[in-house]
């Protein structure tokens, strides 16, 4: 038998390509089949080629390999042994898919002859990941996200001399656009009032387009766009102010799933909407006056008037929002954590309420101080989210990085603090907005009086947990902080990974919600 077939070889031949991918960080959740890649990639580590990451719980391996190939833009590995490991990947995959970023599952399988016997840990594992490209060759691994699954038979691990090429040179990034189909590019005229959306992952065209054609620009804070000129409250201008009806044009980039009253403008039928993408990031099924584009630009400037409105609009919301909160709500800790973030900074912000509340408060950034705000926005889902926001500390050299998630998503993902002594940890502070429960089905249908009866139980879900004794158990330092006292908080030095929990009131976040709608509307009629 060849070196280039013997499992040690495939292991050889792995590290190999992956140098050649650019890759510089890989994660690595350990067992028996995927020996000798576990063995590969220490000795890779060992050689300061590839940075490893071990942990022992696969779906916090996937999320912390998304949260790395997501702030650093390049491909990243997670190696796994066989069987239910695989599908453990699975949340991080579907995320990968649909937010375009480069996870790449490698998975190690029993050889293809067992499939269909009662054999351990073997299963049918090829192509378990629907949507996401498949290989079972090394030198063909696709790009974007994808699943390479190697049948590795024995002897597993042999003692060897591991020998690598150095760092290379690749061209695969990490992240992509899915596959584009019939795309061009839009030359937009002056003339149509117009408004600029930037969705999760935008990224600077967005802004740069508002900017030079003197358009509304509302992003959304994952956005990349959202800094310069960018306006606060859009969400309830967009629901409240007269100048969302005299929208005659709406040109709309990244992956915007945030609020509904930017749903709802994307899905209108009567006025022309240009995305920069495809379907698969535009929110709603298209219509007949939706255009995919590649980019899009103007050479002229609009009626000044137009955007001025905008901005008169934009200040008087904002106030009207401010007036209601008095430095405890949740609204309130979200823009601490907005002031917080310094030039170089990192925030990693959670599902549900955190991002929502970011939205409605944070002021745009200065623009050039390379502040980093990213989301797990492809499907929107709590889980992983602390893995992914270590992974993103892991990956990226800055001033200072913040995690922000509610309670619920932290004990869905506290697993992710399971990390062994000698790993890799990120200065990382994770702030728990905490109310006990799911607050954010206080802003929705469900916070009707109505569904009062079942809301605390099949909505709320109160867990009762404890934060601190959590914490405790996996040696992480954790602070109870009041709202009024977070952003000095904020300000000290961090070494590590520490905790602060920063209590909130959910019993009366609907009220609370209605009125700053209510004043919103009722500034925007003075």
Known sequence: MSDETTAVGVARQLVTELLGLSVRDAVLAPGSR????ALALAAADQQALIRL?????????????????????????VVTTSGTAVANLHPAMLEALHAGVALIAVTADRPGMLR???????????????????????GAIPGGPAHLNLELDEPLIEPVDWDFPGPQSGTQSGTHSGSRGEVDSADLQIGPRTVVIAGDDAMQPARILA????????????????????????????????????????????????????????????????????????????GPNVRFVESAETDGV???????????????????????????????????????VPPEGLLFVGSSSPIRDLDLVARPYPVGERRLVIANRGLAGIDGTLSSAIGAALARTS???????????????????????????????????????????????QGAPDYAAAFERVY?????????????????????VMPRDLAAALDEPVIGIRVLEVPVDRAGRHDLQTRIGAAVEAALRR
């Open 116 to 138: 269909g016997t009662g054999a351990n840990q073997t299963t049918d594992q090829r192509e378990i990941f629907p949507g996401v490209p498949f290989g079972d060759q090394i």
């Open 399 to 445: 001033s200072r990085s913040i995690a922000y998630v509610g309670d619920l998503t932290f004990l869905h993902g506290s697993n992710g603090l399971l990390i062994g002594p000698g790993e890799p940890r990120p200065d990382l502070t994770i702030v728990v907005a905490s109310d006990d429960g799911g607050s954010i089905f206080a802003t929705l249908e």
């Open 211 to 286: 900017r030079d054609a003197g358009w509304p620009l509302l992003a959304e804070p994952s956005s990349g766009s959202r800094n310069g000129e960018a306006l606060v409250a859009y969400r309830l201008l967009l629901a409240h102010s007269p100048l969302a009806a005299q929208i005659e044009r709406v040109v709309s980039f990244g992956h915007a799933t945030l609020s509904r009253p930017v749903t709802q403008l994307l899905a209108r039928t009567d006025i022309e909407i240009i995305h920069v993408g495809t379907q698969s990031t535009f929110p709603v099924s298209a």
């Open 302 to 340: 609009d009626d000044p008037a137009w955007l001025a409105a905008w901005r008169a609009d934009d200040a008087m919301a904002t106030e009207a929002i401010d007036a209601q909160l008095d430095g405890t709500t949740p609204y309130d800790v979200a823009r601490a954590i907005n002031a917080a």
């Open 34 to 37: 995927s020996g000798p890649l």
């Open 460 to 480: 709320a879900t109160p867990t009762g947990a404890d934060i601190s004794a959590l914490c405790a158990g996996y040696g992480v330092p954790y602070r109870l």
């Open 53 to 77: 990451h071990v942990r022992v719980d696969e779906r916090e391996a996937g999320f912390l390999a998304l949260g790395l190939a997501k702030s650093s833009r390049r491909p990243v590995p």
